[in-house]
């Protein structure tokens, strides 16, 4: 479990006690034994008795300025879990069943991939809307078979608001899994390919909802006109 020493007399909200609680982050508000706080430049190595404004925590007290790559990928899907929230409101009445179950699935596996990049962790293998790997690649990639959706097919407004919603979620999970390659990049080599899979798969899976909403698969298959 990753620790974060702050203020004594600091108060969390109850909301960030769940959020930390969830990613299995411990929060101490003094040091044991008297020992002085410090933290460390994760790149160079020096060390502050303050954490400077411009710097936040990459691991425990390691510091990274606020723009380094693996804390904008933290921000990209911080970002897609609001946008995820976001589009369960705006949809839980047109569609109050199985397509509001599922985007609660993917938020799930959103938070687990932040979970593993805030714990320097793999994220395990990958289970969304109830496919493996291979299966949500399959789909995606034979929507005509699968669904009689005829494959590439560009977003249209007529298609309703819930096929907007999908189509906005499916791209901006392609911008996190860049922000991943940029995070875990060194010269030619990519770190944490297990990451690039599952934000890959991903956008499949956005990809599938989108499919579904036009095969009619949540009731009404999302036209303005129904």
Do not use: W
């Amino acid at each position: 479990m990753i620790e974060y020493h702050v203020e004594k007399g600091s108060i969390l909200s109850p909301a960030a006690k769940d959020y930390l609680n969830q990613v299995k982050i411990r929060i101490l508000f003094d040091l044991p034994g008297g020992e002085k706080r410090y933290y460390t430049d994760a790149l160079t190595g020096e060390k502050y008795d303050e954490k400077p404004e411009n710097m936040t925590h990459l691991t425990g007290n390691r510091l990274v300025q606020k723009d380094h790559p693996r804390i904008v990928l933290r921000g990209a899907l911080d970002h897609l879990e609001s946008q995820i929230v976001f589009a369960q409101v705006m949809l839980c009445y047109k569609y109050p069943g199985q397509l509001i179950n599922d985007l609660e699935d993917v938020l799930a596996f959103v938070r687990n991939l932040l979970r593993a990049e805030v714990m320097d962790e793999r994220p395990g293998d990958i289970r969304l809307l109830g496919m493996s790997s291979a299966e949500l690649r399959e789909q995606s990639h034979h929507p005509e078979k699968h669904f009689g959706v005829k494959a590439m097919t560009p977003p249209h407004y007529s298609m309703g608001v819930g096929l907007a919603h999908m189509n906005l979620l499916r791209s901006q999970a392609r911008q996190v899994e860049l922000a991943a390659v940029s995070a875990y990049r060194n010269g030619n080599k990519v770190s944490n390919q297990e990451m690039i899979l599952a934000l890959n798969r991903l956008s499949s899976g956005f990809h599938i909802l989108c499919c579904r909403l036009l095969s009619g698969f949540y009731g009404d298959g999302g036209s303005v006109n129904e």
